[in-house]
C-alpha cells in the first residue's frame, strides 16, 4: 500500500478522534478563488477602457498576463489575454510585436491545456504564435504559415460555422506570394467570402475580405465591402476600440482605391 492509500484510509479513524475528544481545534481552509472577482474586472477595464492610447494598451495586457496566470482556469481571462497580445501587438514594430505577441501564447495554451479541440484556444494560439513568427523575420513567417494552414484546416473541419479560422486562412492565401508558396489570392478570396456569409457584420473579416477583392482587381466590390465595414460592422464584445480602429483603416483604404 502507498502512502497515499494508507493516509485515505486512516481518515475516518482520525475524523471520530476529532468527535469523541473534541479536543482536536478544526481550521476552516478557504478555498482559493478560481475566478476573477468583480473588483478585479472593475480595476482591469478601468484601464482597458482607455487603450487607444498605447501606453493604456500596454498597461492593460500586463494587468491581463496577471490575471490569467493567477486564474488559469478561467476562459474568459485567457482568451482576453491572448487577443489584447494580439491587437497590441500589431501596433508595434517588429522587435516589440514579437515580444508582445509572445504574451499571449501561453493564455492560449491553457486553454487547450484543458481542452486541446477548444475553438477559441486554438484561434489565439495560432493568431499570437503566427504573429510572433512573421515579427522574426520572412523564413520563420513562412515556416510557420504551413503549420497554422494545416491547424485552421482542421478547425474548420471540426466546427464548420465558425468564421474566424476562414478569416485567418483566407488571409494567408492572399497574402502569401504564390510563387515561392501556397499563396493563392482567388482561393483566399472564395475562403473569406464564405466566412463572411457566416458573419457578415464582423469588421475585421470586411476588412479581410475588401482586401482580398482589391487584390484581385475587384475594385468595385473592395470599395462596397470597406463601406459596409464603416457603416454596417458591429463590435464584438471587448473589441470596441477595435472595431473602430478597423473603421478607420477602412476609410483609408477607401482614399487609396479612390473614392
Not at 469523541?20 to 476552516?28: E, M, T
Not at 460555422?161 to 478570396?189: C, H, I, N
Request: glycine share 6%; charged share 35%.
Amino acid at each position: 500500500m502507498d502512502a497515499a492509500g494508507s493516509y485515505l484510509r486512516c481518515l475516518p479513524v482520525v475524523a471520530a478522534l476529532v468527535v469523541l475528544l473534541g479536543s482536536v481545534p478544526v481550521f476552516s481552509q478557504e478555498k482559493p478563488a478560481d475566478k476573477v472577482t468583480d473588483d478585479e474586472w472593475k480595476s482591469f477595464y478601468a484601464v482597458y477602457e482607455k487603450r487607444a492610447a498605447l501606453a493604456k494598451h500596454k498597461e492593460a495586457l500586463g494587468l491581463l498576463v496577471d490575471l490569467a496566470s493567477r486564474y488559469p482556469g478561467e476562459k474568459r481571462v485567457q482568451v482576453l489575454c491572448a487577443m489584447t497580445a494580439y491587437s497590441y501587438a500589431h501596433r508595434l514594430d517588429d522587435k516589440g510585436r514579437v515580444e508582445a505577441a509572445r504574451k499571449g501564447i501561453p493564455c492560449a495554451e491553457r486553454i487547450l491545456e484543458r481542452d486541446k479541440k477548444d475553438y477559441d484556444g486554438r484561434f489565439w494560439h495560432a493568431m499570437t504564435t503566427f504573429k510572433a513568427k512573421s515579427a522574426e523575420g520572412i523564413r520563420a513567417a513562412l515556416k510557420e504559415s504551413t503549420r497554422v494552414r494545416k491547424y485552421l484546416e482542421e478547425m474548420i473541419k471540426d466546427e464548420p460555422d465558425r468564421f474566424e479560422a476562414y478569416m485567418l486562412l483566407g488571409s494567408l492565401y492572399r497574402e502569401l506570394p504564390p510563387v515561392l508558396t501556397w499563396g493563392d489570392p482567388k482561393k483566399g478570396l472564395e475562403i473569406l467570402e464564405k466566412g463572411t456569409g457566416l458573419k457578415p457584420d464582423d469588421p475585421e473579416i470586411l476588412l479581410e475580405l475588401a482586401a482580398a477583392y482589391a487584390k484581385v482587381g475587384e475594385k468595385e466590390k473592395a470599395r462596397a465591402t470597406y463601406l459596409k465595414c464603416i457603416n454596417d460592422s458591429k463590435s464584438p464584445k471587448d473589441r470596441t476600440w477595435e472595431t473602430e480602429d478597423a473603421r478607420e483603416y477602412a476609410r483609408k483604404m477607401m482614399k487609396e482605391l479612390g473614392e
